[in-house]
């Protein structure tokens, strides 16, 4: 799955666990709005009291968001799980308690399963979301692949090394190395470097004329301080 196609897929589970969860809410809040009816409750008492149970859920919920999203300990997230627990709890009771039988009408088994719907099916949304959170989160902490070594160019002949003589160090500016033979030097040195080995002067030449590059080893020195192996050396 490429990443766009992820991404547009997170976002629909997303969308559709907040709005599964605001319409089981919605039908928890009228069944315990009938509890509360029920229980001699009137005017904005009723219509309040919903809140104070659904509220502990909702805010359970959001919290342990939070705790994912901010990697709490395990610890710190008990008190989250508790409250939305807590609240599911209290709900599915609100919520299979308002169902009231009638003469001749008996309350069933399924219509308390029915009324006990709403309140789990908001706690199965957080579920999925808080399931979807985790794996996202190891799915970004996962140790990407290292890049593969950079290839060395063909050399079209073999590469001789001009360099200025220490006791011409008052005149003219010589010939520096060879342009190819720098670059390649360098592509040796980065692979070393990431495959976390150190890389000596002498495995630098070698490697060097097994490439089809010559010139004396009195000149290797100078490569490696050009191409920064002297500072790597000494890291």
């Known amino acids: 799955m490429n990443a766009r196609t992820r991404r547009v897929a997170l976002y629909a589970i997303a969308a559709i666990a907040i709005l599964a969860s605001a319409n089981a809410l919605a039908h928890s809040y009228a069944g315990l709005y ?31 968001y939070v705790a994912y999203l901010d990697a709490w300990p395990v610890r710190q997230r008990i008190w989250p799980w508790a409250t939305a627990l807590a609240g599911l709890a209290v709900s599915v009771a609100g919520n299979v308690g308002h169902i009231q039988a009638s003469a001749g009408d008996p309350v069933s088994v399924t219509d308390r399963m029915t009324a006990a719907a709403s309140p789990l099916a908001a ?14 989160r190891q799915q970004a902490a996962r140790p990407r692949p290292a890049a593969a070594p950079l290839m060395l160019a063909p050399s079209s002949g073999p590469a001789v090394v001009l360099v200025r003589p220490a006791s011409d160090a008052g005149g003219a500016a010589g010939t520096g190395p060879d342009p190819r033979l720098l670059r390649d030097a360098t592509v040796i040195l980065q692979n070393a470097s990431a495959r976390g080995q150190r890389l000596s002067q002498r495995t630098l030449a070698r490697e060097l004329r097994g490439h089809g590059h010559h010139f004396p080893n009195d000149h290797l020195r100078q490569i490696a301080e050009t191409i920064g192996l002297t500072r790597h050396a000494a890291a």
Do not use: N
């Open 123 to 136: 706690f199965a949304g957080l579920s999925v979301g808080l399931l979807v959170l985790k794996m996202t």
């Open 34 to 64: 009938e509890w509360a009816v029920h229980h001699r409750l009137t005017g904005w008492q009723a219509k309040s009291w919903p809140a104070e149970i659904d509220v502990f859920l909702a805010v359970g919920e959001l919290a342990l």
